[in-house]
């Protein structure tokens, strides 16, 4: 290799470097980064590593007193965060580690688009479709992009798509190597991935060879054996399970990851809308044998997903029910992302229409303009199928090939219009395809007098997309960076009853809370009562822990299934019910939601909840 193409190679790795570098900054800024989150399940993470910390903290907790009677936390990485807890600020290190795990996801998904399908630059459209709008776009509570702190999965996702990388580079030892760091993180993620490798491998066992096997189970199993005896270690702690307590407290505070029948009817739409465009994406590969291995690994988690719905919601089996097998879909979104974007990147012609259409759609799979109903999806899934098969309707039906594109415009103008008239945010969107068509024709003008290199369109199109960042960015009100207990500069005022808890109570003192709320303990360092997110761990605890919790909710009014974790039930509390439910469990003080009150005496309050004494007298 001579100087010039090792310059040139080395100018081209410097280039993607910065366009990754660039993209993780783009989207750490527009997903933004949570600490305490009313959806999200932080706490439970947190709250055993502070009272390991600090064992005279959180001893009324009995969802940390479960965690540490199970070993459940067999992760590695628990004793690494005690660690960081002890001799670091733990929501500084949360950020940059969510960060550095962010740019190696990126890279890794980069690297994976350019492994499926190489010299197609999907890569770039592959990192941009990469948000937190991805967990609404399945079902069972994947998670794949993680803006807030999530124990393990920060190390386990980015060696999952890195070792998927591998996998399709048929660097099978390297590839199972990764899934074997990946254990040590996240057992339930790294058997997904596992799954559909296996699988894969028995579709192809005549291109295998048993010394090729061999070696990758051994490069495997020689990073992950730490944790696969710590894992025996927690079945060991487990005993057989009181099947209908588990199963309510599992149903009450884990549906949405494990109980198909639960999820809302529009979520399953969605997740269908957006796997029928990933089936799409894969059909239109000219390569027969990358199409055959992307529907292996789509089928495998198909079967994945059946199991988990058969042996769950039809004939319960706790082990299954347990695994939360409708999580693999992850396995699928890090697949779909370079599939779609191939895809999209063949639709990108030349053409303002086609352009329009891609640029489009991209926001809108990432979530970050609001103002896009899901109605438009099934249009624009018609309009890449339109353009995909453009030329062949044209040979064989002119009049159908004339008319469509014409059709497809005077659909979305109606929609616009109907949007715009009745819906929420309508001129927000018009304005948005007002500035895309701008864009294009100031790049088609462009295009008309000069040559526009590679290098020109990239700065266009970054200046685009800061462009837009922008404007999202002033109508959010600032970056959504949660950093202690301030949200875009403001005291959250969750966090601020926290603070005032931790300073005003003994490290003993217990705590009612609204059940639907989560992550007291993060900044009260205080225990409660308990609410969803810590009975959402019944999964993997023991009898005692569903018992006690079950028992608990019931006493605060959660008395039935509900979907936001009852949070009616509370709000219908009398004075003298949770008073007794006080005494009953020795909790000192208790806090409510506004417009929710207590005929109690008032220790603190703020422009959203109020804390009580819970002593009447």
Known sequence: MNLAMIKKSTFSQTYILFIIVLVTVHAF????????????????YIDPIVAQTDPTLLKNSIYVQAVNRTNVRFSISHEFHVFIKKHFDFETFAIVMGLVSLFCSLAGLYNLTHALFP???????????????????????PAPYLNFFHHSLL????????????????????????????????????????????????????ELRPATIGASCIAFIVPALPTIIRGLNYLGTTKQLDLPVWMTAVLWSAWYTCFPSTWPVLSIVRAILFFALFIIAIYTIPDASRKRELLIFAFSVLILCLVGTLFVDIYPVPFIIKLSLWRSTVVYLFLALPCIACFLTSINRRSIPRRFLVIALIVFLTGYVKCFPLYYLPLFICGLLFFEYE??????????????????CIALAIMVAYHILTGERGFRLLIFFSSI??????????????????????IWLVLFVALIDAGVLYFKGGPEIYYHGYFQGRRDPWADIQLFAQKHSAKDDLFIVPPYMNDFGIYSLRATLGDWAEGANSLYLDNQFAREWLSRMKDLGWKTFC???????????????????????????????????????????????????ADKS
């Open 563 to 613: 979907v936001d974790s009852n949070a009616g039930g509370y709000f219908d509390l009398k004075t003298e019910e949770v008073v007794k439910t006080a005494k009953k469990y020795g909790a000192k003080f208790i806090i409510t939601e506004k417009p929710k009150t207590f005929e109690l005496k008032k220790a603190y309050e703020n422009n959203k909840f109020i804390l009580y004494l």
């Open 437 to 458: 068509i701008i864009f294009l024709l100031a790049i088609a003008r462009l295009e008309q007098r000069v040559t526009v290199s590679a290098l020109a369109y990239t």
């Open 155 to 206: 190390y386990a996702y980015p060696l999952i798509i890195w070792s998927m990388v591998y996998f399709f580079q048929k660097r099978y030892a390297v590839s199972l190597f990764l899934a074997g760091l990946s254990w040590n993180f996240h057992p339930m993620c790294t058997v997904f991935i596992l799954w559909a490798y296996g699988l894969t491998w028995v579709f192809n066992y005549k």
């Open 391 to 408: 030329d062949r309707l044209a040979q064989r039906f002119p009049v159908v090939s004339t008319v469509a594109l014409p059709l497809l």
């Open 119 to 141: 010299g197609s630059g999907a890569g770039y459209i592959a990192m941009l479709l990469y948000t937190a709008e991805l967990n609404n776009w399945t079902v069972g509570s």
């Open 29 to 44: 800024l527009m997903n933004g980064h949570y600490h305490v989150h009313k959806q999200l399940n932080v706490g439970t």
